[in-house]
Nanobody, 114 residues
């Protein structure tokens, strides 16, 4: 089993920055696909960013140029640096890992004030 622990959510002013981190309970990140999803109340969950085992990154158009996803395989962590935050970025952000099966973090709230 893989457990994911997230941190870094909070309240930030428009234009500010936050860094989300996610740590896995076992050493599997070297072969895993990892990403961050987000979901606002009443809206469908969407993929914000994903990074593959070979380091290839993909971003939603809405966050491209503002968010950066990275991974540290030695520490079994994946991070999301969020800059130039906008009110529409307000959502619960979920860490996602896929290696043989899918695993989800508990979610961390990001609120961007207008």
């Amino acid at each position: 089993q893989v457990q994911l622990v997230e941190s870094g959510g909070g309240l930030v002013q428009t234009g500010g920055s936050l860094r989300l981190s996610c740590a896995a309970s076992r050493s599997i990140f070297s072969i895993a696909t990892m990403g961050w999803f987000r979901q606002a109340p009443g809206k469908q969950r969407e993929l914000a960013a994903v990074i593959s085992s070979d380091g290839t990154t993909t971003y939603a158009d809405s966050v491209k140029g503002r968010f950066t996803i990275s991974r540290d395989n030695a520490k079994n962590t994946v991070s999301l640096q969020m800059n130039s935050l906008k009110p529409e970025d307000t959502a619960v952000y979920y860490c996602y890992v896929r290696v043989w099966a899918e695993y989800w973090g508990q979610g961390t709230q990001v609120t961007v004030s207008s």
